[in-house]
């Protein structure tokens, strides 16, 4: 359990882990490289470790150096039949993802994962990859882990995933390595694009276009991999430090692809002062300081296009949105209901429980601002996000607030409470 008292300020100079999206792709390309990927900055998180654990299953060899982990890149060909099922645990990425390359093995592969997982829909990556010539089985008529897979004999294929999502199309990507023709994925609104930025930088023959990302016929060629710290984990820092007027922070080091940078736009809609500093560019990912300054926010209405720019960091939009002027809108946020938990439901019933005014809509929520925040015990539903949304809310309320099962939050920040610490004097 963990608990958060009020705080009067964010104060001080941090770093976040490395960013989750760009570990799990460093892990998984660098395996299918010809010669060795060394990665510099990867996240020490449960779910990057499910990644190399499925990848060693796979007959990878990866060598943890503490400050670098090293991968013996076996070629697009060279991945072995895994002598058990392998578990992707919490990871939707790792399952998603690894499906795609798994689509182009002639062997056969169970997947599964732990509860949360196995709830989460896979027909929108099954769907796609049969099509290309792979059989995918899984719970469900297919549609649930465990999946079954026997790849191979892939053909290209134009496609636009009826959601827009990053994993789904990371996964057609990816089994495009291993089909004959081209590979096309379209989509409306932009998704994360780190799954095409890593492929060029490893050589890739892939074009991307808005709107369009087309890969034809490819090598890998494993190199050196930087990855930068996580902007959906600065985001709960970031999101503290802003809604508290004297508050100043510093984040170094954090990635900041145009297409994970909803949330800096989203906070100075709503009031925030943000700068950025010292920006570098590694692989083709930028990254940057982030500086903010303390205000009172307002309320605004976060929908559209913006969405899957900061998908991931709704849950603490909307604590600070109890906290800002007047009311705040999320809606064409549906995909929040097929995460871990259901991010809609679990931020709604939490926030309620806290003394936050505000409602479920079928597509987001409600947030009525200027609400006192009084403490207590809330649930984390298992679901790293939603525990570290809720600690953000403890540095806001009366009393404190005491987050149950609080150890998901592992699966992305495994230093969150140390963090906290160093920013805040009393704040755990
Ligand atoms: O590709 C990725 O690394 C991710 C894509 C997003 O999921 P969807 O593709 O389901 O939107 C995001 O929510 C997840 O945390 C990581
Ligand atoms: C949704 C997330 O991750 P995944 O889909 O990889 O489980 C997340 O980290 O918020």
């Known amino acids: 359990m963990l608990k958060i008292n009020k705080v009067d300020k964010i104060k001080g100079r941090i770093r976040v882990p490395g960013d989750k999206s760009i570990s799990h792709r460093a892990v998984m390309l660098s395996g299918i490289s010809k010669g060795k990927g060394i990665i510099e900055g990867f996240l020490r998180g449960e779910d990057c470790y499910r990644t190399i654990a499925c990848f060693r299953g796979l007959g990878v060899e990866i060598e943890d150096r503490g400050s670098q982990i090293i991968v013996q890149g076996k070629g697009l060909q060279g991945l072995e039949e895994a002598k058990d099922v392998l578990d992707a645990g919490n990871s939707g990425t790792t399952m998603r993802l690894l499906s795609g390359i798994l689509a182009g093995q002639e062997f056969l592969t169970v997947v599964t994962g732990d509860d949360s997982l196995r709830k989460r829909p896979m027909d929108r990556i099954a769907v796609p990859l049969r099509k290309m010539g792979a059989m995918i089985e899984g719970r469900d008529r297919g549609s649930l882990a465990p999946l079954v897979i026997r790849g191979g004999g892939l053909q290209g294929m134009d496609y636009t995933p009826p959601v827009s999502s990053a994993q789904v199309k990371s996964a057609v990507l990816l089994a495009g390595l291993y089909a004959k023709g081209e590979t096309v994925v379209r989509e409306g609104v932009t998704t994360r694009d780190h799954t095409e930025r890593m492929l060029k930088a490893l050589g890739a023959n892939i074009t991307a276009e808005k709107g369009k990302v087309s890969l034809g016929k490819s090598q890998l060629e494993g190199t050196a991999i930087q990855v930068p710290g996580d902007i959906s984990s600065a985001a709960f820092f970031m999101a503290a430090a802003a809604a508290k007027p004297g508050s100043q922070l510093r984040i170094r080091g954090v990635g900041l692809n145009p297409t994970r940078t909803g949330i800096i736009d989203v906070l100075r809609e709503m009031g925030a002062a943000i700068e950025i500093d010292n920006i570098t560019e590694s692989g083709g990912e930028a990254a940057g300081d982030i500086i903010i300054q303390g205000k009172k926010l307002r309320g605004i209405h976060i929908t559209g296009e913006i969405i899957p720019r900061l998908i991931d960091e709704i849950p603490v939009i909307a604590v600070i949105a109890a906290m800002a002027e007047g009311k705040t809108t999320i809606t064409g946020?549906?995909?929040?209901?097929?995460?871990?938990?259901?991010?809609?439901?679990?931020?709604?019933?939490?926030?309620?429980?806290?003394?936050?005014?505000?409602?479920?809509?079928?597509?987001g929520m409600e947030?009525?601002?200027?609400?006192?925040?009084?403490?207590?015990?809330?649930?984390?539903?298992?679901?790293?996000?939603?525990?570290?949304?809720?600690?953000?809310?403890?540095?806001?309320?009366?009393?404190?607030?005491?987050?149950?099962?609080?150890?998901?939050?592992?699966?992305?920040?495994?230093?969150?409470?140390q963090t906290v610490k160093q920013v805040t004097s009393h704040g755990v």
């Open 333 to 363: 946020a549906q995909e929040l209901k097929v995460k871990e938990s259901n991010r809609i439901t679990s931020m709604v019933t939490e926030m309620k429980k806290l003394g936050m005014k505000v409602e479920e809509l079928p597509d």
């Open 367 to 417: 947030i009525e601002g200027g609400s006192t925040i009084t403490g207590g015990r809330v649930k984390s539903y298992g679901d790293h996000r939603i525990a570290m949304a809720m600690a953000v809310a403890g540095l806001f309320a009366r009393d404190s607030v005491k987050i149950q099962n609080s150890a998901c939050i592992g699966v992305s920040f495994p230093d969150f409470e």
